[in-house]
Nanobody
Framework: VQLQASGGGLVQAGGSLRLSCAAS????????MGWFRQAPGKERELVAA????????SYSDSVKGRFTISRDNAGKAVYLQMNSLKPEDTAVYYC????????????????WGRGTLVTVSS
């Protein structure tokens, strides 16, 4: 199983980025998917989660209204559209797959990608 995140980079505050995560998972649609981030010196946090079908979504309060998670089960991919970026969004972003459909609990995420760095300058 592999999850490969991409799309990170340097962007000015107020800008946008779209992260992609390509998954090589048998039965991708059987997994809930999530995007996490970890800033230097901070714990990893869940920023967005999508149910198996993608119909149910969950966001952390810090990104609600600015980030959008979506998934393409046929293409085995999950995306994170990030708008109105702030310097505090600077972190390494990870995609992960959970055995539960829509999980906000980190320990339920079984597979993890390597992460992609997002840097937002002020």
């Amino acid at each position: 199983v592999q999850l490969q995140a991409s799309g990170g980079g340097l962007v000015q505050a107020g800008g946008s980025l779209r992260l992609s995560c390509a998954a090589s998972i048998l039965r991708f649609s059987s997994y809930g998917m999530g995007w996490f981030r970890q800033a230097p010196g901070k714990e990893r946090e869940l920023v967005a989660a999508a149910s198996r079908s993608g119909d149910s979504l969950s966001y952390s309060d810090s990104v609600k209204g600015r980030f959008t998670i979506s998934r393409d089960n046929a293409g085995k991919a999950v995306y994170l559209q990030m708008n109105s970026l702030k310097p505090e969004d600077t972190a390494v972003y990870y995609c992960a797959a959970s055995t539960l459909s829509l999980s906000v609990t980190t320990r339920t995420y079984k597979y993890w990608g390597r992460g992609t760095l997002v840097t937002v300058s002020s």
